[in-house]
């Protein structure tokens, strides 16, 4: 009784208004109170991977040590309690996105393995020789790969909106692209290497007005600005739970319920079928219908505690906070002698890349590191964005909830010992 | 910034900077491109064999400060010495890049001026930029019709 009441005073005490408080959400995060090199840890490599609040690990330890089983067969209790604990994930995932219905939910490995299902399984069955597949210039390998080896197979073209220096896309000539031969659209909600935010519900609308269906790549934009899946007009949308601080291995694919019972299932197994003789196997109805073998159990639970503590935070209030911290780091390494910013999109979230006098991104990262901060050099999975943007890497810093301005401070000073050390 | 400092010594800086032997080869004999996959640095390695030893070595292309300088040192060390001179060269200069100075005791006269590099072992994810020269550099000896990636080798 005791402990709940000094609780409560103390989340009033540093908090009266109620409102998101980036302190007291750090403390959450076990992994953030380390030194790195001597340095209070900086972690700013947040579009990579998030770190994880106890309550997720925690989730994640008390199924293992509680109710550890298989689920959808046992018949004692312990395979009850997992299998609830399972579909109440689903239940919760379905929420967060506004799905309408939990069936509509597929897990999977992560945002790669959810495009490259509905690439083997929708593009396999609708896309023909001739036929056109439409992505963008600022999409990540993981949403153009499994597009070239479909249309590869198939025969068909890949067809690729172009992006302004800014980091933009072209929306009139993305219109024009829609053809009478595209068969689908594939789309990042938020670039990973700019932070571009994509107008997803025009998008969607143009896409519509010719009758192509839209896949939308969530993995940068959910952790920052949630996604409703209604209101965006996406038919399909892809996210991973370990960058919205949930554990890695686990991911969503959410369909139009239509369209995933119109699909053929992808791999076989266990779970997705209803009956098999070696004649004919009746499979099983979505999700289940794509989700063969054994699922991660404990990453789905420790997801679901990942969306409820998103949730607790309110997802509008951490979207504001996080849009002061990164426009006051876009102000701040701006301001920076020989700093160049990659990419100055209309509306940006989760990342800023940038680029300091010549020194390779990899040398700023390495330089950083030594100073405590976490960054991430490189091309970031999008060559061909680089190569349009007329560079091979950037340093690209990226936020979370627990970041603050104080962070960006330690950055900035970090950027100036790059200075000094390639002056 | 000690550990820093060990990375980027006088010397890396500067041949990272004004890299020696840059520039295509003219009579070059053997040539191999190598890749870093994960930071798209990108290197191609000329060498002239005469006489089965390596009378002059010279690389183009992009990278960072450690791949750019050792690059520019590698070309100047391996100029007199045939192939087997080369791998076992490699050889120590790898451990040097893996594990540091203390792992080849009377090391520094026998490295020469690839002593510098000593405080690549403190950073894992630099060894592959150390090394991506030298793997092309091989591979151009060996006859490599095909580009070297630093991911093919393992490490």
Redesign the interface.
Same mark, same amino acid.
């Given at each position: 009784m005791s402990t709940s009441v000094s609780s409560q005073r103390r989340i009033h005490a540093a908090d009266p208004a109620g409102r998101f408080d980036p302190e007291r959400a750090r403390a959450d995060f076990p992994i953030l109170r380390q030194k790195v090199?001597g340095k209070p840890l900086v972690y700013l490599d947040n579009a990579a991977t998030a770190q994880k609040p106890r309550e997720v690990i925690d989730a994640m330890t008390r199924y293992y040590e509680e109710y550890n089983a298989n689920v959808h067969r046992g018949v004692h209790l312990l395979s009850e309690r997992a299998t609830k604990a399972h579909d109440d994930a689903r239940r919760a995932v379905a929420r967060f996105i506004r799905a309408a219905d939990p069936h509509e939910v597929v897990f999977v490995r992560g945002t790669t393995e959810a495009v490259n299902l509905v690439a083997q399984t929708f593009g396999r069955q609708r896309v023909g020789p001739g036929d056109e597949v439409l992505i963008t210039g600022l999409e990540h390998h993981s949403n153009i790969v499994p597009w070239q080896m479909l249309c590869a197979e198939k025969g068909a073209k890949l067809q690729v909106v172009p992006v302004s220096d800014a980091g933009d896309l072209d929306l009139d000539a993305l219109e024009r692209l829609l053809g009478p031969r595209t068969r689908l659209l594939a789309v990042a909600q938020v670039s990973n290497a700019l932070g571009v935010v994509n107008p997803i519900r025009q998008i969607t609308s143009l896409a519509h007005a010719r009758g192509v269906p839209v896949l939308v790549d969530g993995a940068q934009g959910i952790p920052h600005l949630g996604f409703d899946v209604g209101a965006s007009g996406a038919d399909f949308y892809a996210f991973s739970g370990h960058k919205m601080y949930g554990p890695m291995g686990i991911g969503v694919l959410w369909g139009r319920k239509q369209l995933l019972e119109e699909m053929p299932p992808w791999q076989g197994g266990g779970d997705m079928i209803l009956s098999v003789t070696f004649e004919k196997t009746i499979y099983n109805a979505v999700p289940h219908k794509f989700e063969a073998g054994t699922p991660a159990v404990a990453e789905a639970i420790g997801l679901a505690a990942a969306i409820a503590y998103l949730e607790r935070q309110g997802i509008e209030a951490v979207a504001a906070h996080e849009r002061d911290v990164l426009a006051y780091a876009v102000e701040q390494l701006r301001a920076i002698p020989d700093v160049r910013l990659v990419g100055t999109p209309a509306e940006r979230a989760g990342v800023v890349s940038f680029l300091v006098g010549d020194?390779?991104?990899?040398?700023v990262g $390495?330089?950083l590191?030594?100073q405590g901060v976490a960054i991430r050099?490189?091309?970031h999975c999008a060559?061909p964005l680089?190569k349009r943007l007329g560079i $091979?890497?950037t340093a690209r810093a990226s936020v979370a909830l627990y970041n603050t301005r104080e962070d960006v401070d330690a950055l900035v000073r970090a950027v100036h010992?790059v200075r000094e050390?390639?002056a | 910034?000690s550990?820093?400092t060990d990375?980027?010594q006088e010397v890396v800086?500067d041949h990272?900077?004004r890299p020696r032997n840059f520039g295509p080869l003219e009579g070059a004999t053997h040539h191999a491109e190598g890749l870093n996959p994960?930071?798209?640095?990108?290197f191609t390695v000329h060498a002239k064999m005469d006489g089965g030893v390596v009378r002059e070595a010279r690389f183009e292309g992009?990278?960072?400060?450690?791949s750019k300088a050792s690059a520019s040192v590698m070309t100047g060390v391996v100029k007199g010495k045939t192939a087997a001179e080369i791998d076992a060269l490699f050889e120590k200069f790898h451990k040097l890049v893996t594990e540091g100075p203390g792992s080849l005791p009377g090391a520094p006269e026998e490295l020469g001026k690839l002593a510098v590099f000593g405080g690549v072992h403190e950073?894992p994810?630099?060894v592959k930029?150390a090394s991506l020269a030298w793997h092309a550099l091989r591979a151009a000896l060996a006859g490599a019709q095909e580009p070297v990636s630093t991911e093919a080798e393992g490490e």
């Open positions: 090199r020194v390779h991104p990899h040398d $390495t330089v590191d030594g050099a490189g091309h060559q680089m $091979t890497a010992a050390v390639f | 910034m550990e820093l990375l980027y800086l990272g900077k994960l930071c798209g640095d990108h992009s990278g960072c400060a450690i950073y994810t630099r930029c």
